[in-house]
């Protein structure tokens, strides 16, 4: 990569092929960040590359299981890395993050009482509320909702903290909105659930796109994110801390050893998939073109410098929607901390149509519904909601101040 550039997209852009893609007369746009981002050249190749030449299950003496050990023990530490876990066997691989989260919750739940209490918020993603929520049928478990704040995408922090007890046992909180982009104080409350003696789960989805993610820092002692949603493919990480690896009832086959992260994991993985998203993690520590510092170094380099970036994009993006008249913003007050996504609607125009025209007369993608943030959109939006639910547009690495252009000028164009 050339270190000679204006902004990090214009650095990147190159690497991601998908962005050659030319719809209604112009290259495509890509919104659709937050459902899951492109993917660049290194990633497709260090995919293929693995599924070429070193396909093979792992755990055997032959040439390539070896490899496939290797490859496999590299993008862990990867992950690892991303994650700032401790060791690379706090690192989970899965499905995804859903399933992922349905396997924790279920390990958690062997270990419930009748009554005991888990917290989940109105903010959040079902796949960090349903996997919980099951466990008040599976478990008897009683399930706490933290509500929204006077009718915004924000958390009531005081209602929050008067729901932990002494039978709360776990908090399960996203990092930040995948609908409306805000950023939750999960360090305060993961400390507030640590003073009642519960275990905190957070859902980092949305923001390991635009964040440097710190599992101490956060105060985390499980967490989960899809690597398709940061420029790989369609698998699932989950970090969970050494000594609950051994303390929870993780379901396994009988025969199986249970060491390292294979404490929690079970059966073969997408060999190819967790090389990919290894790859991807790789790719954002090179993306500046350094290569001095750790992983972990450079790592957070390319996200604060995204961060940056992203930060004044999105107000160009922001600023032209409030513009529009007919356009209603979906989003927490002034100075709230926020991850570039926005939700919005067009007064008198569907969802669904919004973007399907968009796309079709602008190579414009955006994604339309509720996200799986079922609950808060409903709340925040419920005539958006009532027809279809309402458009988002978020913001990802490769994202210019052209295409947040082009957005605007489609959406003002739907009268």
Known sequence: MSTT????????????PALRRVLSGAPVAYFDGP????????????????LLNHNANDG???RTSVETDIALRRARAAAAAFLNAASPDEVLFGANMTTLTFHIARAIGRSLSPGD???VTDLDHHADIDPWVALARDYGAVIKHVPLLENTPLLDIDAYEALLGPRTRLVAVGLSSNAFGTINPVARMAAAAHRAGALVFVDAVHAAAHATIDVATLGADMLAFSAYKVYGPHVGVAYCRDALLDRLDFPRLAPQTPKGSRRAESGTLNHEGIVGAGAAIEYLAAALGSPEGSLRDRLAATMTRLAHEEEALFDELTRGLRALPNVTLYEPPPGTPRHPTVAFSIQGHRAQDVAARLSGERGVFVSHGNFYAATAVAKLAPEASAVGGIVRAGLAIYST????????EGIAGID
Do not use: H, K
């Open 60 to 62: 055997w003496a032959y």
């Open 117 to 119: 209490e888990i917290v």
């Open 5 to 16: 550039f204006d902004t990090l997209a214009a650095l990147v852009r190159p690497d991601f």
């Open 35 to 50: 459902g899951g981002t492109q993917v660049p050249q290194p990633v497709v190749d260090a995919v293929s590359d693995y």
């Open 401 to 408: 101040p052209e295409e947040v252009a082009r957005l605007i």
